[in-house]
C-alpha cells in the first residue's frame, strides 16, 4: 500500500493461482479481477473485487460445485463475524422503537440495532447485566413498553431507574462493548479505547473478567487503547497465576516519519513485558520522580 494505491492478494485452499487486485485509494469496490479455473470437465470464471469472490457461469454450465462456492465463501463469512466499538458509539435516546429483524451487515451497530437486540434477544440481556454488575455493581433492563412499541434500555440501581442515555458515557458505552460479547454473531469484536469516559478502577474491573468473558463466549476481541489501565490488570493476573501469559498478546503502534510501525512485545511468566512500554510507564515515573523532588525541595 502506498498513498496511491493498493495492491491485495488471496490465496484459497484448493485453488492453485492467487488473486490479485490493484486498486486505487479511496477503493470503491470497482476494480475486478478474472481467473479461469478448471474442476472437472469444466472451466469457471472467478471475479474477485479484492474482497468478495465470486463465480461467473453461463446457461451451457453446470452448477458450480459446493466445494467450490464453500471455499469462496469463507472469508465472507469470516468478515462477517467481524464488529467494531468505536469511539463515538453509543446509546442516544431515552426510547428506541421496536423492530422485529435486526440488520447485522454493517462493521458497526447503530444503537437502534443494539437496544431490540438487548430486548429481544434470548439470554443477551441477562449475560450483559449479570456482567456490568460484576463490574460496576450496577443492573440493566432493557424492556418494551405497549402499545407504542417502543423500547427503553435502562441503567438500575436498585429501584432507582435511569435511561442509558442520561448516565455516564463510561458506563453507556461498557454496555455497548458487553452486548457485542454476549451476541452470538460476533467473534471478533474490534474496540477502540475501551478506557474512554471510565473511572480507572473501572476499566480495571472490566479487564480482570474480559479474558473470562471471551473464553466463555468463544470470542477474540482487539483493542487500540493509550492507557496502561488497561494493561496492568492484565500483567498482574500474569504475575499472581490467575492469567495464563499465552492467552492475550501486546503490541506497541508507533509513528516512524510517515512508516506505521506494529511491535510485538514479550510477556514473561512473570507478568513483566520486555524492555517495558514506551511511553507509558517511563513516562509515570518521570512525573513521580518530579514530584517527590518538588516534595523534597519543598521540606528544605
Known amino acids: 500500500m502506498n498513498r496511491s494505491g493498493c495492491h491485495a492478494s488471496e490465496t484459497l485452499h484448493g485453488i492453485q493461482e492467487p488473486m490479485s487486485v490493484q486498486f486505487q485509494l479511496p477503493y470503491g469496490l470497482n476494480q475486478t479481477n478474472t481467473y479461469q479455473y478448471?474442476?472437472?470437465?469444466?472451466?469457471?470464471?472467478?471475479?474477485?473485487?479484492?474482497?468478495?469472490?465470486?463465480?461467473?457461469?453461463?446457461?451451457?454450465?453446470?452448477?458450480?460445485?459446493?466445494?467450490?462456492?464453500d471455499v469462496l465463501q469463507v472469508n465472507q463469512q469470516i468478515l462477517s463475524r467481524i464488529f467494531l466499538v468505536h469511539l463515538r458509539q453509543q446509546f442516544r435516546t431515552f426510547s428506541y422503537r421496536y423492530s422485529p429483524t435486526v440488520d447485522l451487515n454493517r462493521v458497526s451497530l447503530f444503537d437502534t440495532e443494539l437496544a431490540n437486540t438487548l430486548s429481544t434477544g434470548g439470554d443477551i440481556q441477562e449475560k450483559v447485566s449479570t456482567w456490568?454488575?460484576?463490574?460496576?455493581?450496577?443492573?440493566?433492563?432493557?424492556?418494551?413498553?405497549?402499545?407504542?412499541g417502543q423500547l427503553r434500555v435502562e441503567a438500575r440501581w436498585g429501584t432507582l431507574r435511569t435511561p442509558l442515555s442520561a448516565d455516564g458515557l463510561g458506563v453507556n458505552r461498557l454496555v455497548t462493548i458487553l452486548t457485542h460479547l454476549a451476541m452470538p454473531e460476533v467473534k471478533l469484536l474490534l474496540v477502540e479505547e475501551p478506557e474512554a469516559d471510565l473511572h480507572p478502577k473501572l476499566v480495571?474491573?472490566?479487564?480482570?473478567?474480559?479474558?473470562?468473558?471471551?473464553?466463555?463466549?468463544?470470542?477474540?476481541?482487539?483493542?487500540?487503547?493509550?492507557?496502561?489501565?488497561?494493561?496492568?490488570?492484565?500483567?498482574a493476573g500474569v504475575a499472581n497465576g490467575t492469567i495464563d501469559r499465552?492467552?492475550?498478546?501486546?503490541?506497541?503502534?508507533?509513528?516512524?516519519?510517515?512508516?506505521?510501525?506494529?511491535?510485538p512485545l514479550t510477556v514473561d511468566d512473570k507478568g513483566q513485558i520486555e524492555g517495558g512500554l514506551e511511553g507509558f510507564f517511563d513516562v509515570d515515573w518521570q512525573i513521580m520522580d518530579e514530584y517527590l523532588k518538588g516534595l523534597a525541595k519543598g521540606s528544605d
Not at 51 to 60: D, G, I, K, N, Y
Not at 132 to 148: M, T
Not at 249 to 263: G, M, N, P, Q, S
Open 246 to 263: 499465552t492467552s492475550f498478546a501486546v503490541y506497541y503502534v508507533h509513528k516512524e516519519r510517515l512508516l506505521t510501525k506494529v511491535d
Open 132 to 148: 456490568l454488575e460484576e463490574i460496576a455493581g450496577i443492573d440493566l433492563a432493557a424492556r418494551y413498553l405497549p402499545p407504542a
Open 38 to 69: 478448471k474442476f472437472g470437465s469444466s472451466e469457471y470464471t472467478l471475479l474477485w473485487n479484492g474482497l468478495t469472490p465470486s463465480v461467473q457461469t453461463t446457461a451451457q454450465q453446470p452448477v458450480p460445485p459446493k466445494h467450490l462456492t
Open 204 to 235: 480495571s474491573a472490566v479487564m480482570k473478567i474480559l479474558l473470562r468473558i471471551l473464553r466463555e463466549e468463544g470470542k477474540q476481541m482487539l483493542m487500540s487503547t493509550h492507557s496502561e489501565h488497561v494493561v496492568l490488570p492484565l500483567l
